[in-house]
C-alpha cells in the first residue's frame, strides 16, 4: 500500500479517538451539578433520622432504657468521573470490513463517609440532664411560639403552680389551676394584650410586659387572673424579673421551674402504646401508636423491638410536641455549634 494511502486510512481513526474524550469529560463540572441534590437529598435524610433517632429514644425509655444519641457530625460525599477509550484499527481491511471501531465509558462513582458522635460526659449532662433556662423558653413566646405548648411540655411550675407528670420517676399531681395558667398566658399572647420582651440584666434576665392600651373583656380577666394566682401585683410598671426555681422569693419576680429533656422524654414515654399495657389515666404529651405491620400515614416511624412504633400524621397535638422536644434539645447543645453536622462534598 502506497504511503499515502497509509495515512488516509489512520486519519480518521486517530482523530475519532482523540475527540472522545472530549465528549466523554465536557465543559461542565459535577459540583455544580450535584450541589442542589446533594444538598436537599441529605437535608431530608437528616431531617427524618434525627426524628427516628429522637422517636427511638422515647419507645426505648419506655422499656426502661437510657436514652443514646448518636450525633451526625460530618458528611463527606467524594464524587469520581473515570472515563475510557478503546480504538480497534485495521490497516488493510477487506472489502467487507468496516475498517475499526472506537469505543468507550464513562463511571460516575460517590464514595460517602459519615462521622457518628455519641452524645455523652459533659455534653450529656447540659443537654439531657440540665434543666432548660427559662430565658429560652420566654425567648421562644417573645418569636411566636404559643405559651400552652411551650410550658406543658417544658415547665415545671409557674410560680408555685405546678405542672403534673405522669412518669414514673419524676410522678407528681398537678395543681388545678395550671392549665387555667398557660390557657390565660396563650390568649393573652393571641391577642396582643400581652408581648414578652427578655434580656439580660447583669447577671440575670429581665422580661418586660407590654400591655395593650385596649384590651378586651376577655383580656382584663386573664390579666386579673395571672396577676393575682401567680402574685405578680408587686412588678413595677409591667417588669418583673425571670429567676429559675420551684417557689417565688420576691412579689415582682416570675418564678419558673423547667424540666430536663430526660424529665420530657420520661414524659412522652408514657405516651407509647405497648401491647397488654395501657396507657396512664391522665392526658399524654404525644401519643406514639405501636402496631406489628407498618403504619401508612406516619409523621415518624420506626421498628424496635419487632413492632412498628410511630406519630400519626394527623395528629396534630402530638406532632407539635415532638416538635417542640427537637428544638429544645438543640437548644440544650451548648457547645458552640462545633458539632454541628459538617457536610463536605468534593467533586472537581
Known amino acids: 500500500m502506497p504511503m499515502t494511502g497509509f495515512r488516509q486510512c489512520l486519519a480518521l481513526p486517530i482523530t475519532a479517538a482523540v475527540a472522545f474524550p472530549v465528549l466523554l469529560t465536557g465543559c461542565t463540572s459535577i ?24 422517636l427511638r429514644n422515647i419507645v426505648g425509655m419506655r422499656y426502661g432504657d437510657a436514652p443514646l444519641f448518636l ?24 472489502p467487507d470490513d468496516s475498517g475499526g471501531s472506537v469505543g468507550g465509558s464513562v463511571v460516575l462513582r460517590e464514595t460517602p463517609t459519615i462521622t457518628y458522635t455519641p452524645l455523652s460526659g459533659d455534653r450529656f449532662a447540659r443537654s439531657m440532664l440540665s434543666p ?19 410550658m406543658r411540655v417544658a415547665a415545671r411550675s409557674i410560680n408555685d403552680v405546678d405542672n403534673g407528670s405522669e412518669a414514673t420517676l419524676f410522678a407528681h399531681p398537678a395543681d388545678p389551676d395550671f392549665e387555667r395558667v398557660i390557657g390565660a398566658m396563650g390568649r393573652l399572647h393571641r391577642s396582643g394584650a400581652i408581648a414578652f420582651h427578655v434580656e439580660r440584666d447583669g447577671e440575670r434576665f429581665v422580661a418586660r410586659a407590654r400591655l395593650s392600651p385596649a384590651p378586651t373583656a376577655q383580656d382584663e380577666s386573664d390579666m386579673a387572673f395571672l396577676i393575682e394566682r401567680l402574685g405578680l401585683a408587686g412588678g413595677q410598671q409591667g417588669q418583673f424579673a425571670i429567676v429559675f426555681g420551684g417557689s417565688r422569693n420576691a412579689p415582682d419576680q416570675l418564678s419558673i421551674g423547667t424540666r430536663s429533656m ?72 451548648t457547645s458552640g455549634g462545633a458539632n454541628a453536622p459538617l457536610v463536605t462534598i468534593p467533586t472537581g
Open 31 to 54: 459540583g455544580s451539578e450535584r450541589m442542589g441534590i446533594d444538598r436537599s437529598d441529605y437535608a431530608d435524610r437528616l431531617r427524618e433520622t434525627n426524628k427516628e433517632e429522637l
Open 71 to 94: 450525633e451526625v457530625t460530618s458528611v463527606i460525599s467524594q464524587y469520581t468521573r473515570e472515563g475510557s477509550v478503546r480504538s480497534d484499527l485495521t490497516i488493510a481491511p477487506p
Open 132 to 150: 432548660i433556662p427559662p430565658a429560652a423558653l420566654l425567648g421562644m413566646v417573645e418569636a411566636g411560639w404559643t405559651p400552652e405548648v411551650l
Open 262 to 333: 430526660f424529665e420530657i422524654f420520661a414524659e412522652m414515654a408514657d405516651g407509647v402504646e405497648l401491647p397488654g399495657d395501657p396507657l396512664p389515666a391522665g392526658p399524654a404529651l404525644v401519643r406514639i401508636q405501636s402496631a406489628e405491620s407498618r403504619p401508612g400515614n406516619a409523621h415518624v416511624a420506626v421498628r424496635q423491638r419487632g413492632r412498628w412504633f410511630w406519630i400519626d400524621a394527623d395528629d396534630e397535638k402530638s406532632k407539635l410536641a415532638f416538635l417542640v422536644a427537637q428544638v429544645l434539645l438543640s437548644l440544650g447543645d
